[in-house]
Antibody, heavy 118, light 109 residues
Framework: QITLKESGPTLVKPTQTLTLTCTFS??????????VGWIRQPPGKALEWLAL???????RYSPSLKSRLTITKDTSKNQVVLTMTNMDPVDTATYYC??????????WGQGTLVTVSS | QSALTQPPSASGSPGQSVTISCTGT?????????VSWYQQHPGKAPKLMIY???KRPSGVPDRFSGSKSGNTASLTVSGLQAEDEADYYC?????????FGGGTKLTVL
């Protein structure tokens, strides 16, 4: 059974850096073709893809957020970490991580709500 | 790149069929066979319903089908059931990144 779970702060202040961890089980991020992605969803709004890291350490970022994002993996810990700098209230959202196989996402974690407020 | 375009809402009565469109460009939907569809119930994580335009993951009812013509992909739900009421999002590979649509709220009347 494949599971993913997001963890990190629920509240961050404007201008701070957000660090989120995706801890997964049931697959290995060293297996060819496997990737883990991050997607967010502001309250009441649409999904937005953020970043993706593949088994070979290839990394892809949303062009509009690329300057603020860093994605890394720790294969031995079965974790993927996303950092987002210079947080703003518009970044308030539920952040999801998901297993990616050839550009789709399945399954998804339960999501974690991050609120940006002073 | 802009998000993919979906109608904000769609509806149908139980037993009917409804189709949701997803319009992109030749750089995303039209250029690759990597269109996927997700179902999201309130307060829940999205669930993959269709991948690679028309393929169904194991466990997804065959009432759900996908297709593509040019720069527009479509999700059809046949034999609507009450539990199909949810938000639906399309997604497409776009060369070096991934796009999502704005979402369609499907109401079962």
């Amino acid at each position: 059974q494949i599971t993913l779970k997001e963890s990190g702060p629920t509240l961050v202040k404007p201008t701070q850096t957000l660090t989120l961890t995706c801890t997964f089980s049931g697959f290995s991020l060293s297996t060819s073709g496997v990737g883990v992605g991050w997607i967010r969803q502001p309250p009441g709004k649409a999904l937005e893809w953020l970043a993706l890291i593949y088994w070979d350490d290839d990394k892809r970022y949303s062009p509009s957020l690329k300057s603020r994002l860093t994605i890394t993996k720790d294969t031995s810990k079965n974790q993927v970490v996303l950092t987002m700098t210079n947080m703003d209230p518009v970044d308030t959202a539920t952040y999801y991580c998901a297993l990616s196989s050839r550009n789709w996402f399945d399954p998804w974690g339960q999501g974690t709500l991050v609120t940006v407020s002073s | 790149q802009s998000a993919l375009t979906q109608p904000p809402s769609a509806s149908g009565s139980p037993g009917q069929s409804v189709t949701i469109s997803c319009t992109g460009t030749s750089s995303d939907v039209g250029g690759y066979n990597y269109v996927s569809w997700y179902q999201q119930h309130p307060g829940k994580a999205p669930k993959l319903m269709i991948y690679e335009v028309s393929k169904r993951p194991s466990g997804v009812p065959d009432r759900f089908s996908g297709s593509k013509s040019g720069n527009t992909a479509s999700l059809t739900v046949s034999g609507l059931q009450a539990e199909d009421e949810a938000d639906y999002y399309c997604s497409s590979y776009a060369g070096s990144n991934i796009l999502f649509g704005g979402g369609t709220k499907l109401t079962v009347l």
